[in-house]
Every structure is written in structure tokens, then in C-alpha cells.
């Protein structure tokens, strides 16, 4: 009987160190959402995981993470438009490839 005890004084405890956490009050926001979607989405875990996700502040790191990717890909793009127009250029100046070959 002491054992009992102990486990549900210990289950009480976790209870009350989720509850002053905000865990529950969070979990029972998201599964109140779920519940009142009107067409269920095919994965209740992912639904959890978005709308979990989507509770937590940006860490600052995965924001510089995002500016640095967009720049890169503004470069990118920048140096594929500039690598049309050098092979455009290119081919003004070098003969055919059929030309090369009968030299």
C-alpha cells in the first residue's frame, strides 16, 4: 500500500510541475483546436507538432539561418543569370562545334 503511495504522490507532483509549467493549459488549447476542425487532417501528430511549433518563440539563430539562405539564393540566382549571358557572349565569339572539328 506504501508503494501506491509514493507512485501517486509522485504522479501528483508531475501534475502540478506541468500544470505551473503551462504544458497543460497548452496541450489542452491544441487539442481543443483539433477537436474543432471541421474536416480532421489526415495526421492528428503533425496538426500537434504545427500548431506546437508555431506556440514557441523563433530562436534567433534559425531567423539569421532564414536571412542568410534568402541571400544566398538572391546570389544564386544572380550568378545563373550571369552565366547565361557569359555563355550567350561566348557563343558570339567561338565558332560551332562542326567548325572546330573539320580544323
Avoid: C
Avoid at 546570389?75 to 573539320?102: S, T
Amino acid at each position: 500500500m506504501a508503494h501506491y503511495k509514493a507512485a501517486d504522490s509522485k504522479r501528483e507532483q508531475f501534475r502540478r510541475y506541468l500544470e505551473k509549467s503551462g504544458v497543460l493549459d497548452t496541450l489542452t488549447k491544441v487539442l481543443v483546436a483539433l477537436y474543432e476542425e471541421p474536416e480532421k487532417p489526415n495526421s492528428a501528430l503533425d496538426f500537434l507538432k504545427h500548431h506546437l511549433g508555431a506556440a514557441t518563440p523563433e530562436n534567433p539563430e534559425i531567423e539569421l539561418l532564414r536571412l542568410e539562405l534568402a541571400e544566398m539564393k538572391e546570389k544564386y540566382e544572380a550568378i545563373v543569370e550571369e552565366n547565361k549571358k557569359l555563355k550567350a557572349k561566348l557563343a558570339q565569339y567561338e565558332p560551332p562545334q562542326e567548325e572546330k572539328r573539320a580544323d
